[in-house]
C-alpha cells in the first residue's frame, strides 16, 4: 500500500513538472519571437490614447456639460451627467484594455483554453460590471426623486415602499447581471431558469406564511391603510403602529407592550385606523327626574344645544339633542355630537368641560339627574288592622 501510495505522488509530482516546462516552452517563444517590441509599442500608444480619450471626455462632462446643465431649470441633467461621468470613464479603460490585449502576441493557448477565449471572458465580465455599476448610477438618480415625492406625502409608508422599489430593482439588475455572465460563460441559462422556477415553487410552498407575509406587506404599502404612529386596531389588538417590515408590523399598546402582529393578518382581518377619523363622536343618554316638568325638559335639551353651538371645538355641521324615552328610573335626553380634534387627551378636555356645563345648565334650572332608585308602597290589610282594635 505505501509502495502503491508513493507511485502515484510520484506520477502527480511529474506530470505538474511537465506542465510547467511546457508554460515555460510557450513564454520563451512568445518573448522571443520578433513582433513582442512591435506589439509593446502599439500597447503603449493604446495605454496613452486611452488615458488622453478619458481625460478629454471627463472635462466635457465637467466643464460642457455640467455648465450646460447648470443652466437649465431642473436637476434630472445635472443628475444624470454626475452619475454617467465615472461609468463613461471605465467603459473607456475596459474598451482600452481590450484593443491593448488584442495588439500583444499571445500565445493561441494556455493550458489547453484558448488565449482569444479568456480574452472575451475577462472583456464580457468587465463589461457587464460596468453596465450594472452604470444603471445602479441611474436606479440612484431615482431613488432620489422617489425620496424627494415621499416627504411631500403624509405618510412614512411612502418612504418604505420607495425602499423597497429601489432593492427590488437593484436586485433585479445584479440577477440580469449574473445571468448575463453565465450565458457569454457558455451556460444553458433555459435550464438554469427552469431549475429555479421549479426551486422557487418549491420554496413558496414550503415558506406560505412567509409569501402572506410578504404580499400583506405589499397591501399595506399600496392601499395605505395606516402609517407609521397611527393609531389602529386590528382584531384583538389595538394601539400606536411603530414599523411596518416585510414580514410583520410592530404596534405598540398602550399599557407600553409592543405586539408583533404578521401582515398576512391584515390581508384576513378588518383594520380600523382611528387616526384617520376626521373628527371624534360624543355619545350618551342623560336622564332627568321625572319630577321634571315639560317646560324643564325643553329648556335643558335647548340649553345643551346652545352649548355645542357655542363652543368652537365642536363641529356644528350635525349634532343631536333630543328627549327619547321614559326610562326605569329617569326621562332619557340623547345627546350625539362631534368634536373637531381626534386627539386622545385634548377630546378629553373637551368632553370634562361639556359635562360640568351641562351640570351647571341642569343645576341653574332646578333639575335633579336621575340615579336608579325603587320605591316600595308598604299595604297593611283590613284584617290586620281589626285585631289590632280588638286587643287595645
Known sequence: MERLISYNVFNNFTFMLDRAASLADQFLAWTLSGSL?????VVHVIVLCTFIVRRVVTRIFEDKLGHMASKTGTEVDDLLIKSLKDPVNYIILVIGFYLAMHSLPLPENIV????????????TLLFTLVALFTVFRLIDVLAHYIEKAATTTETVLDKQLGQMII????????VLALLTILDNLGRDITSLLAGLGIA???????????????????TIFSD???GIGDWVRIGDVEGTVEDVGFRSTRIRRFDQALVIVPNSKFIKSDVINYSAMRKRRIKFTLGVSYKTTPEQMREVIEGIKRIIEEDPRFDHSFYMVNFTDFGAYSLDIFIYCFTKTIVWDEYLAVREDFNLMIMRLVEELGVEIAYPTQTVHLIESTERSSVGEENA
Open 37 to 41: 517590441l512591435e506589439s509593446l509599442v
Open 112 to 123: 489547453g483554453v484558448e488565449v482569444s477565449t479568456i480574452l472575451t471572458y475577462i472583456f
Open 167 to 174: 432593492k427590488g430593482l437593484k436586485l433585479f439588475a445584479v
Open 200 to 218: 422557487g415553487l418549491a420554496l413558496a410552498l414550503a415558506a406560505q406564511e412567509t409569501v402572506s407575509n410578504l404580499f400583506g406587506s405589499f
Open 224 to 226: 395605505r391603510c395606516f
